[in-house]
């Protein structure tokens, strides 16, 4: 299944050779670094920089970026790294739900609805940082479980590790890290009554190391290169002084940029709105007006998917508390805090697309939720059957595929959907109704690619 998904993702890859939204701003970073100099833009923890940078580095290498000189396979290059996490995230989920007990079935609907989502396919053909990030939660998942199930502390370790790298692509990580660790805690003498082999001090231990010490290491690790002066020597206790400064400034910035920066955008959701599919995002929108025709890449979540997830979250946190079962628990509790964390965020600006580090979690408890009703098989069929579907009168949506305005207005199920009415909204209730507002803030935004991005002026 992992194959088979980096097959179908990877295909017509190059379609649109230019980067896309927040490509931009990654693409442009790993270039600079590929060529020894220090990123533009500091929103982000480097880590899907670097990958990006080793793809191009694999590939054709760096580009002209002042004059835009990409080639098709430069942008194979950057997307290839991203298609990589997102298939091993797939097969990630497939064998956390094996290991949570779900059968074959379930556990390949499991990752049949995580692949057929449009956000997780979306995400798996850009070069972004949310690919990266759900392998990495995905892996400290499966291996937490591991440590708890087997009652074997020493797979923190390993975890620690993937939450490392996960908070070296996105701060998200440390919702990963912050949810795993109440997991483990309630599952550190588990429900079914045993008892634990190993003593509290060992598992104490174990816990310090792959919840702190460990992640923060890697984090450290990925970071550090990014701002270490260049020509330092790794010996002389100056250089560390001057690159724990220059990190330090570094974090500054980017708390900066998220909390202040990210002013208006169309594309804002709250976080309770999301699982509803009320806003999505159009990664890239075209409008061919003289053919006729519109081209445009949407990240919107597939229904069957999305809809559900909530619910089935909600079922399988009951049958934990009432029946004191673990997998439901896992699941549940994973789910819900990856997704309602967002409530407290002080960002101003929040988008439906950070519900994706949250979907293996709530395929995985929808397949646990229906292979528990008596007809499960034929459950099973009809919620892929509405998947399939979706997920295939959407795709030319999800690969940037042109489309007619009779077929673009067909899939536009929500107003909120389309394109200019997001865009009309925004202007109404941003104040920029008058033609040179709207183009001021659209100048403001620098870095951006047919229109929008969320990063910072250059």
């Known amino acids: 299944m992992t194959v088979a998904f980096a097959?179908?993702?990877s295909h017509g890859l190059a379609l649109h050779v230019a980067p896309v939204f927040d490509e931009v701003l990654h693409v442009a970073a790993a270039d600079e670094m590929l060529q020894g100099l220090p990123?533009?833009?500091l929103a982000h923890p480097p880590g899907c920089r670097?990958?990006?940078?080793l793809g191009l580095a694999l590939g054709p290498g760096a580009f002209d970026l002042p004059s835009h000189g990409w080639t098709a396979a430069h942008a194979w290059a950057w997307r290839m790294p991203s298609v990589v996490a997102a298939s091993l995230a797939l097969g990630g989920t497939l064998l956390l739900a094996r290991a949570l007990g779900l059968g074959v079935l379930g556990s390949l609907v499991a990752a049949l609805l995580l692949a057929l989502d449009g956000v997780f396919f979306v995400h798996a053909r850009l070069g972004m940082t949310n690919a990266f990030s759900t392998c990495f939660i995905v892996a400290a998942s499966g291996l937490a479980w591991l440590a708890c199930r087997r009652d074997q502390p020493l797979w923190l370790l390993p975890m620690g590790v993937a939450l490392g790298a996960s908070l070296g692509t996105r701060w998200t990580g440390a919702v990963a890290l912050g949810a795993l660790g109440l997991v483990c805690l309630l599952l550190r003498r588990p429900w079914s009554g045993r008892a634990s082999a190993h003593a509290w001090d060992r598992w104490a231990i174990a816990a310090a190391a792959?919840?702190?010490?460990?992640?923060?290491a890697v984090y450290v690790a990925i970071c550090l290169p990014m701002v270490w002066p260049p020509g330092a020597s790794l010996l002389q206790p100056a250089s560390w002084g001057e690159a724990w400064g220059l990190l330090a400034d570094l974090h500054a910035r980017m708390v900066t940029f998220h909390q202040y920066e990210v002013g208006g955008h169309p594309y804002?959701?709250?976080?309770?709105?999301?699982?509803l599919l009320q806003v999505p995002l159009w990664y890239q929108f075209v409008p061919m007006p003289a053919e006729g025709r519109v081209e445009g890449i949407l990240a919107l979540g597939n229904p069957t998917l999305w809809l559900a997830a909530v619910p089935a979250w909600a079922i399988a946190l009951r049958r934990a508390w009432r029946h004191r079962e673990a997998?439901?628990?896992?699941?549940?509790?994973?789910?819900?805090?990856m997704w309602m964390a967002w409530s407290l965020t002080g960002r101003a600006t929040t988008f439906s697309t950070y519900f994706g580090e949250a979907l293996p979690f709530a395929a995985i408890a929808i397949a646990w939720a229906l292979g528990r009703l008596t007809h499960a098989r034929l459950a099973f069929a009809g919620l892929l059957c509405a998947a399939v579907c979706w997920a295939v009168w959407m795709h030319?949506?999800?690969?940037?595929?042109p489309l007619t305005v009779e077929q673009y207005g067909q899939r536009m199920v929500l107003s909120r959907w389309e394109f200019f009415s997001q865009m009309?909204?925004?202007r109404e209730t941003a104040g920029l109704e008058s033609t040179a507002r709207y183009h001021q803030y659209l100048n403001g935004l620098g870095n951006r690619v047919h229109g929008l991005t969320s990063g910072p002026k250059r």
């Open 50 to 53: 670097w990958l990006i940078a």
């Open 210 to 216: 792959g919840f702190a010490v460990v992640p923060a």
């Open 396 to 401: 030319p949506l999800l690969v940037g595929l």
């Open 268 to 275: 804002h959701s709250p976080w309770w709105s999301w699982p």
């Open 39 to 41: 990123p533009s833009d």
């Open 327 to 337: 997998v439901p628990a896992f699941v549940g509790v994973l789910g819900m805090l």
């Open 7 to 9: 097959l179908w993702a």
């Open 424 to 426: 009309r909204r925004f």
